[in-house]
């Protein structure tokens, strides 16, 4: 059992930055990969980005590719998502997600989910 808690959502105008921190329980967090996904109201939850398990290796979603960071601490159990440039498109539920294995862009595919947090961006 892995627990995800998100830490670090909160308003911010357009063009500023936000970091978002994942903290997991548990002593198996490296076997792992981490996964962020975000959800706007009406909209079905989409992949945003993930990170393999010693996080050599990153994966972006088209509209987040060179504005947002994905990295992690093994040592601290501890998954981030740094924002930066943000848009209005951003504003959305931002949860984490961790994966055994599978396809890493897919929602139905992570094992366990944080219960998100919100994040919101002002025009």
């Known amino acids: 059992q892995v627990q995800l808690v998100e830490y670090g959502g909160g308003l911010v105008q357009a063009g500023g930055s936000l970091r978002l921190s994942c903290a997991a329980s548990g002593r198996t967090f490296s076997s792992y990969r981490m996964g962020w996904f975000r959800q706007a109201p009406g ?32 040592a601290k159990n501890t998954v981030y998502l740094q924002m930066s440039s943000l848009k209005s498109d951003d504003t959305a539920v931002y949860y984490c997600a961790a994966q055994s294995r599978g396809d890493m862009y897919r929602a139905t595919e992570y094992d366990y989910w944080g219960q998100g947090t919100q994040v919101t961006v002002s025009s």
Do not use: H
Request: without cysteine; charged residues 25%.
């Open 43 to 74: 909209k079905e939850r989409e992949f945003v980005a993930a990170i393999t398990l010693s996080g050599i290796n990153t994966y972006y979603a088209y509209s987040v590719k060179g504005r947002f960071t994905i990295s992690r601490d093994n």
